[in-house]
C-alpha cells in the first residue's frame, strides 16, 4: 500500500492563496486507509477551507485516483465543478496526483505527502516494505527486504554495528539481517546467506520506469 498523510495546512493555503473556487478530490483505495483521502478527511477539509473563505463546488472519492482511464471517467460527473474551479486539491498518492493532473485544464494542488510503500500493521499504524528496487531478492532472505530493512541496504549480511539485535544507525529499528538470519534458520535455508549477492543494477531504478505488458513477450521478459 502506498502511505501518505495530510499536508500541513499552511503549506496547502499556501497552495491555494489565488484561489477562490475549489474541487475536492480523494481516493477510495489507499488514501482512505491511511485516513488521508478518504470522505471524512474530505468533508473535514471542506470545512476548514470554508472557515477561511474558499468555495468547495464538490468533492469526490474515486475508485482509485492512479488509474488513467476510472479517474477520467470519474471526473465526468463533475465536469461543471472543474470548469467552474481554481484550482482542484487532491487527497490521493503523488501518482493520484499527477493522474489527475493528466486530465484537466487548471492546477492540481497536492494535499497529502507521500512517505513510502508500507504495510499495514493495524489500523493507523504502518511500516515501509518495499523500496521498489526493480531486483527483489526475497527469495533468499527469508521474504524480509535488506534494501528496505536494513539502514544501509546491505545485500551480504550485517555491517557488524548491531547491538542487542538494534540497528547502529537507528535504534529504534531492529537489525535486518539478524531478522533475516532468524527466518531463514527457522525456514531451514540459512545456506542462503552465504549466497554473494551481486551489486544491484541500479539502471532498473532509472526514473520514470514503465512496464507494457502488451509489449511482453511469452518468456515474461521486455
Not at 139 to 165: E, Q
Request: hydrophobic share 30%; with cysteine; charged share 25%.
Amino acid at each position: 500500500m502506498i502511505i501518505s498523510q495530510n499536508k500541513p495546512f499552511e503549506e496547502i493555503t499556501e497552495y491555494l492563496k489565488d484561489c477562490e473556487k475549489i474541487v475536492l478530490i480523494g481516493c477510495a483505495q489507499c488514501a482512505t486507509a491511511c485516513k488521508s483521502g478518504g470522505e471524512e478527511e474530505l468533508i473535514a477539509m471542506k470545512k476548514r477551507l470554508e472557515e477561511i473563505g474558499k468555495q468547495v463546488l464538490a468533492f469526490i472519492v474515486p475508485e482509485t485516483s492512479c488509474n488513467y482511464l476510472l479517474i477520467r471517467r470519474d471526473l465526468k460527473k463533475i465536469k461543471d465543478e472543474i470548469n467552474e474551479a481554481d484550482a482542484i486539491l487532491s487527497f490521493a498518492c503523488g501518482d493520484g496526483t499527477q493522474t489527475i493532473a493528466k486530465q484537466v485544464k487548471i492546477p492540481v494542488y497536492p494535499g497529502n505527502d507521500t512517505l513510502f510503500v508500507g504495510e499495514v500493521e493495524r489500523v493507523g499504524q504502518y511500516s515501509e516494505a518495499c523500496r521498489t528496487c526493480g531486483e527483489c531478492v526475497l527469495g533468499l532472505t527469508g521474504g524480509i527486504c535488506p534494501v528496505t530493512r536494513c539502514a544501509k541496504s546491505l545485500l551480504n549480511g550485517p555491517c557488524g554495528g548491531a547491538k542487542d539485535g538494534k540497528c547502529e544507525v537507528n535504534p529504534e529499528n531492529d537489525c535486518a539481517w539478524i531478522l533475516i538470519y532468524k527466518r531463514l534458520k527457522e525456514l531451514g535455508q540459512v545456506e542462503n546467506l552465504i549466497q554473494i549477492q551481486q551489486p544491484k543494477d541500479y539502471s532498473k531504478t532509472t526514473y520514470p520506469r514503465n512496464l507494457n505488458l502488451r509489449e511482453k513477450d511469452g518468456g515474461g521478459r521486455q
